[in-house]
T-cell receptor, first 112, second 116 residues
Framework: AQKITQTQPGMFVQEKEAVTLDCTYDTSDQSYGLFWYKQPSSGEMIFLIYQGSYDEQNATEGRYSLNFQKARKSANLVISASQLGDSAMYFCAMRVYQKVTFGIGTKLQVIP | GAGVSQTPSNKVTEKGKYVELRCDPISGHTALYWYRQSLGQGPEFLIYFQGTGAADDSGLPNDRFFAVRPEGSVSTLKIQRTERGDSAVYLC??????????????FGQGTRLTVV
């Protein structure tokens, strides 16, 4: 069975600062994908970034980077230069074959 | 449209009634997922379709829940004898479904179901 753990129910960050959202995962499969999604108050799920289990480089997408530490089974999201529009729920997810499992999320609030 | 479409966006029903929730995936996407998201929680997997068949329905909570995808595109999630605990946002997502791990799922806006 797959499991995603997000231990930070809420985080605050000052505008323009960087913030790290934690995610650990558990799976016995060797091939998997890790994702981060953003869910604003409007409710839609917005894909942010992907990391494959065999990727040696950490994924980056603009201001988002994924700090992938395979041995520790962690996939933390780093948001640089936070903006007010980054305030939202953030979900870590893992795909094994076609099944995607989500964590319970972290609520990020960016302070002006 | 180009995205995943879910109807209705909101549904209020009485306890014990039957409801159907519809999902129109992105054209050409063979994989379709249903998730349920309760307030303050992450999406909870319900069922996954590959084409017309349910490849994994291990997340359906009980036999009151059923989903179909008869022609491999539109899917309907059916809930019988609704209970107040079924109140949640039901999310549908689709993906190209090639079996690769590097494709994200595209989500619809969800259907907010309220059972009173």
């Amino acid at each position: 069975a797959q499991k995603i753990t997000q231990t930070q129910p809420g985080m605050f960050v000052q505008e323009k600062e960087a913030v790290t959202l934690d995610c650990t995962y558990d799976t016995s499969d060797q091939s998997y994908g890790l994702f981060w999604y953003k869910q604003p108050s409007s409710g839609e799920m917005i894909f942010l970034i992907y990391q494959g289990s065999y990727d040696e480089q950490n994924a980056t997408e603009g201001r988002y980077s994924l700090n992938f530490q395979k041995a520790r089974k962690s996939a933390n999201l780093v948001i640089s230069a936070s903006q007010l529009g980054d305030s939202a729920m953030y979900f870590c997810a893992m795909r094994v074959y076609q099944k995607v499992t989500f964590g319970i999320g972290t609520k990020l609030q960016v302070i002006p | 449209g180009a995205g995943v479409s879910q109807t209705p966006s909101n549904k209020v029903t009485e306890k014990g009634k039957y409801v159907e929730l519809r999902c129109d995936p992105i054209s050409g996407h063979t994989a379709l997922y249903w998730y349920r998201q309760s307030l303050g929680q992450g999406p909870e997997f319900l069922i996954y379709f590959q084409g017309t068949g349910a490849a994994d329905d291990s997340g359906l909570p009980n036999d009151r829940f059923f989903a179909v995808r008869p022609e491999g595109s539109v899917s309907t999630l059916k809930i019988q004898r609704t209970e107040r605990g079924d109140s949640a946002v039901y999310l549908c997502a689709s993906s190209p479904g090639s079996g690769l791990t590097n494709t994200e799922a595209f989500f619809g806006q969800g259907t907010r179901l309220t059972v009173v």
